[in-house]
T-cell receptor, first 111, second 112 residues
Framework: DAGVTQSPTHLIKTRGQQVTLRCSPKSGHDTVSWYQQALGQGPQFIFQYYEEEERQRGNFPDRFSGHQFPNYSSELNVNALLLGDSALYLC??????????FGSGTRLTVV | GEDVEQSLFLSVREGDSSVINCTYTDSSSTYLYWYKQEPGAGLQLLTYIFSNMDMKQDQRLTVLLNKKDKHLSLRIADTQTGDSAIYFCAESEGGSQGNLIFGKGTKLSVKP
């Protein structure tokens, strides 16, 4: 049984560009959450999607947006990239009956 | 606001016990978690405890919760070199699917 799959694994972008990260949840999970982990820090909650709607949101600017598709997969979009957006972006899937399972993350470097 | 605090480093000898401590601030947290992160990898759930429990044991892992002091600890018995990693404490707002609030992590180094 595949766990949570994230793509790409690594990405380099230039300041001001836009980026899209992708996540496929674990089989049986219907909820996707995104976290940002800066170097040397713990993960910080960005937002959570359920039934294709944003259900909860952390303290991140509107440059961070997301989407959930009918098959429960999700995208994280970041516009107008800043150097400070460089981080490991983690996707976690869950459901009412199962706790969180994290993917291996996408390492985003903004230059 | 909610905050989770952990000591940043812990060094132990192989075969010894490791104890990683964590304090949290949100008294309404219902779930408290311990995650392990190896270099370049995502987060692996080690164990969790409900807020109405004092202790949970799972093989080499023992979690102790002092709800009055908002203190959580993870004890790893017979620590091995493969246990070297960063350990994160996290509390959950709003139940099992509430968003997780993480500490900065404790880097555990196990010396042979």
């Amino acid at each position: 049984d595949a766990g949570v799959t994230q793509s790409p694994t690594h990405l380099i972008k230039t300041r001001g560009q836009q980026v899209t990260l992708r996540c496929s949840p674990k089989s049986g999970h219907d909820t996707v959450s995104w976290y940002q982990q800066a170097l040397g820090q713990g993960p910080q909650f960005i937002f959570q999607y359920y039934e294709e709607e944003e259900r909860q949101r952390g303290n991140f600017p509107d440059r961070f947006s997301g989407h959930q598709f009918p098959n429960y997969s999700s995208e994280l979009n970041v516009n107008a990239l800043l150097l400070g957006d460089s981080a490991l972006y983690l996707c976690a899937s869950s459901s009412r009956y199962y706790g969180y399972t994290f993917g291996s993350g996408t390492r985003l470097t903004v230059v | 606001g909610e905050d989770v605090e952990q000591s940043l480093f812990l060094s132990v000898r192989e075969g010894d016990s490791s104890v990683i401590n964590c304090t949290y601030t949100d008294s309404s947290s219902t779930y408290l978690y311990w995650y392990k992160q190896e270099p370049g990898a995502g987060l692996q759930l080690l164990t969790y405890i409900f807020s109405n429990m004092d202790m949970k044991q799972d093989q080499r892992l023992t979690v102790l919760l002092n709800k009055k002091d908002k203190h959580l600890s993870l004890r790893i018995a017979d620590t091995q070199t493969g246990d070297s990693a960063i350990y994160f404490c996290a509390e959950s707002e709003g139940g099992s699917q509430g968003n997780l609030i993480f500490g900065k992590g404790t880097k555990l180094s196990v010396k042979p």
